[in-house]
Structure formats: structure tokens, C-alpha cells
């Protein structure tokens, strides 16, 4: 039965709103069929309005599928109002996998219901609505296979799953020991002796003016009265063994207290960098 014009305007308006609004201007896309490649991605960049590549994977992603998408249609040969619509349609499907949650069946139902109203159609209607040929047709529902549908999961992550900061980094404040001709006097050295200090773990002298003051506390020890020398020896009636051992066992007292104290502040200290490290994978 033939149609009336009430309902040929009717599928008319029906079919006017398939793809609407376009997802890129006829300038635009003019201004891309004038770039190359490198210049195509630069267009749409500006067009989407990326301002994050270097840094945000998701605005990354979504360029290099709009990028794809254009230079094979360039390949198609297709008309401006082809370009226009087919970039629309890439646009329509990530909308429905983002907005609606739309699973891959539905999306390629949904694909298959627009391909039906601006695709080759052998039921009765105006022939300027088919956009696309049979051949073209396929060639759109191959490459959507191949860049789409092939790496759905990989969107559905994309916009469903968020991703947690990785820290790359931390910053910390490490006070550093005053310089020893500063106005401040020399540290404690962890409170030990300054005998057992200046004989076991001061090191040698660099400076000219510690050679000069070294040199100097020797030659006043050099000038004292013999007399002092030639007092009572402290250690008569010792043999050079009972001297070698007093001093060999003080030595090994004195090196076990100092690796003591040493073995329990480096484990204080660890046990302080494991709870920040802790707390570091739990922030």
C-alpha cells in the first residue's frame, strides 16, 4: 500500500535525528581532510579539547580511536556528510558503553539498527537517506570489529574502573651536622668517651690547622719535666704480656658496648622506616 505524506514526513523526521547532533562540524572536518596525519591528530586534539595527554591515559586512548577512525575513512574515499556521520557513530557507541552501560551485545544491535536506516536497504524508501553503500556498509561494520567490539573489555575498564595513584615519590627533611669551624661545638659522637673517641674513631687530621694544633699538644707533651717521666713507673712489675692482655680485654669491652649501642639503634631505626612504609602502602 502506497504511503501517505503524513507518514513519509513522519519517517522523515524520524530519520533526521539518526546521528544528531554531528560529533564534528563540515569546517572541521574540512580542516582535518586538509592535514596529514601528524596534523590530524594535532586538529582533533584541539577539537576535544585534550589538555592532558602526556599525563592522563584515558584522554590518550580516546584520541588514538577518533585518530584511527578518521584515517580510515580517509582511505574510504568518503564524502564530507559520510565523514560527518561515520564520526559520529564512533562517538554514539563510546557514548552508549560510558552513559548507558550498553554490554557488546547491545552495542552491536545498536549498531545493526542504524546501519538499517542510513545503510543500503532493499525496503521501499528515499534513496538520499541511504549514506552509505552495501560495500561501505561492510567495510564500517569490519573496522568497528577489529577497533571496537575486539577490545570492548579494554573500554569497559576504561571508563568503569578507577585506577589508584601510584606513588612515585616522597620528600624528606634530613638535618645535616654543622660544619666543625662553624660557632658550634662538635657533636657528642653518641656520647662516648672522648679517650675512646680520639684514639679508636677520630679520623686523622686533614686540615693545616689541625696538623699545627696537633703538632703543638705533642710538643708540649715532649717539654714537661723529666722529672715527672722519672716518678714512679705505674706499671712496674708488669711484663709486656700482662700489659697486652689488660689492654687487648678493655679493647673488646669497650668495642662490644660501642657495637651494642650501634646494633640497637639501627634496629630502632628500621623498625621507625618499616611504619613509614606501612603506612605509605596503606595511604
Not at 23 to 42: C, E, H, K, M, Y
Request: charged share 25%; proline share 5%.
Amino acid at each position: 500500500m502506497p504511503k501517505t505524506t503524513l507518514q513519509r514526513d513522519a519517517e522523515s523526521q524520524e530519520h533526521e535525528t539518526i546521528l544528531s547532533p554531528d560529533f564534528l562540524s563540515i569546517d572541521q572536518i574540512t580542516d582535518l581532510l586538509a592535514a596529514d596525519p601528524n596534523g590530524v591528530q594535532r586538529k582533533l586534539e584541539e577539537f576535544l579539547d585534550f589538555k592532558n595527554l602526556q599525563t592522563c591515559l584515558k584522554e590518550a586512548i580516546l584520541l588514538d580511536y577518533y585518530v584511527s577512525g578518521f584515517l580510515w575513512a580517509k582511505e574510504m574515499d568518503f564524502s564530507v556528510i559520510q565523514y560527518s556521520k561515520f564520526m559520529t557513530l564512533l562517538a554514539m557507541l563510546l557514548h552508549n558503553l560510558k552513559t548507558l552501560h550498553m554490554s557488546l551485545e547491545d552495542s552491536i544491535k545498536w549498531l545493526g539498527e542504524v546501519m538499517a536506516e542510513i545503510g543500503p536497504s532493499h525496503l521501499e524508501r528515499n534513496e538520499e537517506w541511504n549514506m552509505f553503500d552495501v560495500t561501505q556498509a561492510n567495510a564500517i561494520i569490519d573496522y568497528l570489529k577489529i577497533s571496537l567490539f575486539q577490545h570492548y573489555k579494554l573500554y569497559e575498564f576504561l571508563f568503569y574502573s578507577t585506577r589508584e595513584e601510584i606513588v612515585i615519590g616522597t620528600k624528606q627533611v634530613i638535618e645535616v651536622v654543622k660544619p666543625a669551624d662553624s660557632p658550634f661545638p662538635d657533636p657528642l659522637e653518641e656520647g662516648i668517651s672522648f679517650d675512646v673517641y680520639s684514639s679508636l674513631l677520630e679520623p686523622p687530621p686533614t686540615s693545616v690547622t689541625d696538623m699545627k694544633r696537633l703538632s703543638r699538644e705533642q710538643g708540649a707533651e715532649e717539654t714537661q719535666p723529666e722529672t715527672d717521666a722519672l716518678d714512679m713507673d705505674p706499671l712496674a712489675g708488669f711484663t709486656i704480656e700482662d700489659i697486652k692482655s689488660v689492654l687487648g680485654q678493655v679493647t673488646d669491652d669497650v668495642l662490644l658496648s660501642i657495637q651494642t649501642e650501634i646494633n640497637e639503634k639501627l634496629q630502632i631505626q628500621e623498625e621507625a622506616f618499616n611504619a613509614r612504609i606501612e603506612k605509605l602502602k596503606k595511604a
